[in-house]
Every structure is written in structure tokens, then in C-alpha cells.
């Protein structure tokens, strides 16, 4: 087992059928994370993100939901009890990337991690998606974002995507969604 995967929505851009590429209705499922303390996981992806407990394997592992779907998230400490995240400079799990569906879902997370007192790394607008950096307690990386309408979405003078990070105001995030 690895030490997880992304979540997020795959979306192709230029779906040409070809026999070579993966199904544009692929989609990757839920991400599955050794942590070193199952009740301190709980209470940061339950009670501070807000998804639901939908089974719990005594005090070795849990599984979290939105929408009543049957996992997103797994939690285990089958070989994690009590451990150390690996030191920076070494490979590990970049983030999870949680998809909100509205500005205002987005904005409604932010503020339950401001009055949980979680420490943001950053938030950044890249043209495409509005997002939110930060760190759960095992010290994996965290984004929480929202898609902006495709239509909306910067592209190059020749039609590809013009991605880029500029600095998202989080003010503005919160006075205008809610």
C-alpha cells in the first residue's frame, strides 16, 4: 500500500478518441492514508472538513464520505501507529485535492478551518480553480478547491490551458459566498 493517491476530477481537454489514451469517463475513487493516530485523523476529516464516518474498524481505521457515497477517504494505522511523517526531501504524498462544488462550499470549508485554528500554507487562484493549501495532522498535504466554469477557464493564443498562481484574497472569498 502507498501513502495514498490524489483525489480529483480527471477532465479531458481535447477528447479525441484514441485507442491509446485512458476512457475520459474514468475518474480516480478515494484515497486511502496511514496516519498515526486514528481519533486525531477523525477529528480533523470529520469534524473539521465535515465528511461522514461510514464505517470504523475499531481503533485501527475508518472510512469518511460525503453525499453518502460509500468511502473517499480511508484512515488506517495497520502500519502507521504512532509514526513520524517522512522528513522533507524524501517521497512521500504531495496532497489530496478536495473538490467543493460551489465558491460558496469552498468558502464555508475555509471557515471551519479558521475556527479550528488549522494553519493554512497557502491559497491561490489558477485561473481555472480557486484553492486552498493545507496540512493534515500526519502532515499530508491538503487542497481544497472549486472548478470555475470551463468557459471561464485562461487559454493561450492556440487554444491550450494557461494555468497560473496568483495570490487568492480570502476576504474576498469569504464576504462573497456567504
Known amino acids: 500500500m502507498g501513502d495514498g493517491l490524489w483525489l480529483c476530477r480527471l477532465t479531458i481537454m481535447n477528447p479525441k478518441a484514441r485507442p491509446d489514451r485512458i476512457s475520459p469517463n474514468v475518474r480516480i475513487g478515494h484515497v486511502h492514508l496511514k496516519v498515526a493516530d486514528l481519533d486525531r485523523s477523525l477529528a480533523f476529516y470529520r469534524d473539521v472538513l465535515g465528511f461522514d464516518v461510514t464505517q470504523r474498524l475499531g481503533p485501527q481505521a475508518a472510512f469518511l464520505s460525503a453525499g453518502g457515497y460509500h468511502r473517499h477517504i480511508g484512515l488506517n494505522t495497520w502500519e502507521s501507529a504512532g509514526g513520524k511523517p517522512p522528513p522533507p526531501g524524501t517521497t512521500r504524498l504531495y496532497h489530496i485535492a478536495i473538490l467543493y462544488p460551489t465558491r460558496a462550499e469552498l468558502a464555508a470549508a475555509l471557515r471551519r478551518l479558521l475556527e479550528a485554528n488549522v494553519p493554512l500554507e497557502g491559497a ?10 493545507l496540512r493534515a495532522p500526519d502532515g499530508n498535504g491538503v487542497e481544497l478547491y472549486w472548478d470555475k466554469a470551463q468557459e471561464q477557464w485562461p487559454r493561450s493564443a492556440d487554444g491550450d490551458l494557461a494555468i497560473f498562481t496568483h495570490p487568492l484574497d480570502l476576504d474576498a472569498l469569504l464576504n462573497k459566498s456567504g
Open 124 to 133: 491561490a487562484d489558477h485561473g481555472v480553480s480557486e484553492a486552498i493549501y
